[in-house]
C-alpha cells in the first residue's frame, strides 16, 4: 500500500452548502456500480489480502466503523461502513460492499473506498443498480 493511500483525507469540495444537521442513525447509501472490470481488480487483489487489511485498518484509524452479515438475498456477505466522526463528510453516508465470502465483502469494501470514490463518499450517492454478489 502507497503512503499516498494510507494518508489521504477527504478535502471539501469549494463553494459546497452545507448539509442540514441529520440524526444520527439517519445515511444515505453510497451506490458504486462495480463493472467487470472492477470485481476482477478485486479479485486480483484478494492475492494481498494482508495489503487489503493494512488499507482497512487504515480506515478504522481514520474513524471509520463496519459490520459483516450474510445477505440472504443475493447469497452473499454483505459489508456495511459507516463514519464515526460527525465532523467528517462521510458522516452521514453508508458505504457498502458484498462478495461471495468476508475476505471479498472487505476487498470490495476496500477498494470502492480508495479506488472508486478517491475517500470522498458524497461524489456519487443513490443511483440504482442491480446488484449480484460483488454490489
Not at 3 to 12: I, N
Not at 36 to 58: N, P, V
Not at 60 to 77: H, Q, T, W
Not at 103 to 132: C, Q
Request: proline residues 4%; aromatic residues 12%.
Amino acid at each position: 500500500m502507497t503512503s499516498e493511500l494510507r494518508d489521504k483525507k477527504p478535502k471539501p469540495k469549494s463553494g459546497e452548502k452545507a448539509q442540514a444537521p441529520r440524526e444520527s442513525w439517519e445515511k444515505t447509501f453510497v451506490s458504486c456500480n462495480l463493472a467487470d472490470e472492477d470485481k476482477k481488480a478485486i479479485r486480483d487483489s484478494l492475492q494481498d489480502f494482508e495489503g487489503i487489511l493494512t488499507m482497512f485498518g487504515q480506515m478504522l484509524i481514520n474513524g471509520y466503523k463496519a459490520s459483516f452479515s450474510y445477505d440472504a438475498r443475493s447469497d452473499a456477505v454483505g459489508c456495511y461502513c459507516t463514519q464515526t466522526d460527525k465532523k467528517d463528510r462521510a458522516y452521514a453516508y453508508c458505504l457498502t460492499a458484498r462478495g461471495p465470502d468476508m475476505p471479498s465483502a472487505l476487498a470490495s469494501l476496500v477498494y470502492k473506498h480508495y479506488t472508486m470514490l478517491d475517500g470522498i463518499w458524497d461524489n456519487e450517492v443513490s443511483r440504482n443498480f442491480e446488484s449480484d454478489q460483488w454490489a
